[in-house]
């Protein structure tokens, strides 16, 4: 009797095997090889063992804006205890990048495209980072998609754990690579826009699959999955999407006056500038873009354009006006006219939402463009606390910025907790 249960048993687990097997066969032959189908998501969904200290957090509370979940994020952030103990070090990334396949698996890198959509889709990145490696390492495996292709910047003043670090960290991805020439980035200099150039040249080479181009700094965070952005994008229609405005007069002076880096600092000469190249209007806008291929391949092929740039590397912070002009200027993909009624300010375009402490305010503010900041502010931008998840979740944009691990990893925690259960439910 026993054995006819085994017999039995045995049966079942080789008819299930069976069947198994012939749906594979069905899938292979519909769509490729693809393992979630095996194997399920469950592996990829991030768990509190995957967080440090701050998975203790109500997650799923502080996104909903329940106040005793945020209140007990914002208690915990500012104990001795738990600031002493968020800090992951640079060497962590060179020691767990040895065995590429297990910092892989570990850290539950998606290794193959979610859906036909997304793999149909790529998308090239511009990371440009100077020092947080852990920031830097949990963009990256967010954003991250085997079809997509990412090309990082370190500056050249990184220190060398930060660079060895990130050097370790992409060569575990054949679509991760650093880009071939570096520049020692200062602050409002011509050096800040040498660094996305020169990966917008060397991903402009690698590939010639990509759609789109954003670039990013190493505190940036995503709000919204691939899936979302490759939706996000589809409906541009070939436009661009980037910030740019009629350049209001006060910050003219950056424009008409001949700067230079001296000791590693922008400072102007008292050498007035010659007007641009082709009479083009200069507009207003910041160092972050998304932009078609196209747009790309005017940087770097178009002669009006290669004029703009030589003539724009003596100005103050050429990075807030140099694409918001290149989307104005006729013949450009995705360009608009330079007409006023086709101004972009940031909180329109999708590329990136920023918190400006001049901007803050409460609600019945007339003045106030968002609400006050539930972290903390550096050089006058806010640091994402917990408390500010809700509201970002709220808008359109791809990504935000700032998000600080060392400040406030419970911020980054919960939103990339939040994405990947996004990303993996909307590929059942």
């Known amino acids: 009797m026993r054995l006819l249960k085994q017999h039995r048993l045995l049966l079942k687990a080789v008819v299930a095997l069976g069947s198994l097997w012939m749906l594979y066969l069905i899938n292979f032959s519909k769509t490729g090889w693809n393992p979630t189908f095996a194997f ?16 203790v957090c109500n997650c799923p509370g502080i996104l909903q804006g329940k106040r005793e979940a945020l209140e007990q994020a914002k208690l915990l952030t500012i104990t001795k205890a738990f600031q002493d103990s968020i800090h992951t070090p ?13 910092f892989r698996i570990r850290r539950k890198y998606l290794t193959f495209p979610l859906s036909k959509e997304e793999e149909d889709f790529p998308i090239a990145y511009s990371i440009v980072v ?8 949990r963009l990256l495996r967010a954003i991250y998609a085997p079809q997509n292709i990412y090309c990082v910047h370190v500056d050249k003043k990184a220190e060398a754990s930060v660079l060895s670090a990130i050097k370790a960290i992409t060569s575990c991805f054949s679509n991760v690579f650093m880009t071939s020439r ?3 980035v200062v602050y409002g200099g011509w050096s800040r826009v040498q660094a996305d150039l020169n990966c917008m040249a060397d991903l402009y080479s690698a590939s010639k699959k990509w759609k789109y181009f954003i670039n990013l700094c190493g505190q940036d965070f995503p709000l919204k999955t691939n899936l979302e952005f490759v939706r996000m994008l589809r409906a541009l229609t070939g436009g661009n999407s980037l910030e740019s405005e009629t350049m209001p007069q006060g910050k003219r002076w950056r424009v008409t006056n001949v700067h230079e880096v001296v000791d590693g600092k922008i400072k102007r000469t008292g050498k007035p500038k010659t007007p641009p190249p082709f009479n083009l209007p200069l507009m207003s806008g910041n160092a972050y873009i998304v932009v078609s291929r196209g747009y790309v391949q005017s940087v770097l092929k178009d002669y009006r354009i ?25 013949g450009v993909p ?19 939402l920023v918190k400006w402490q001049w901007h803050e305010g409460s609600e019945d503010s007339p003045q106030a463009v968002y609400p006050e900041c539930q972290g903390s502010h550096v050089r006058e931008i806010c640091v994402y606390g917990a408390g500010d998840l809700p509201w970002l979740l709220e808008h359109h944009h791809l990504f935000a910025n700032k998000f600080d691990t060392e400040r406030d990893p419970i911020a980054v925690y919960c939103l990339e907790k939040h994405l990947r259960q996004k990303a993996l439910s909307e590929s059942y």
């Open 334 to 352: 995705g360009a608009t006219r330079p007409n006023q009624k086709y101004d972009m300010t940031d909180l329109n375009a999708i590329v990136r």
């Open 130 to 137: 100077h020092h947080k490696v852990e920031n830097f390492e």
């Open 182 to 184: 570096t520049v020692s």
């Open 90 to 102: 640079d060497e962590y990334y060179i020691t767990a990048t040895q065995n590429c396949m297990n």
């Open 306 to 330: 290669l004029a703009l740039i030589q003539w724009a590397k003596d100005t103050y912070s050429p990075d807030e006006f140099l694409w918001a002009t290149i989307q104005r200027v006729p």
């Open 40 to 55: 399920g998501y469950s592996w990829l969904e991030y768990t509190d063992a995957d967080g440090g200290p701050e998975r």
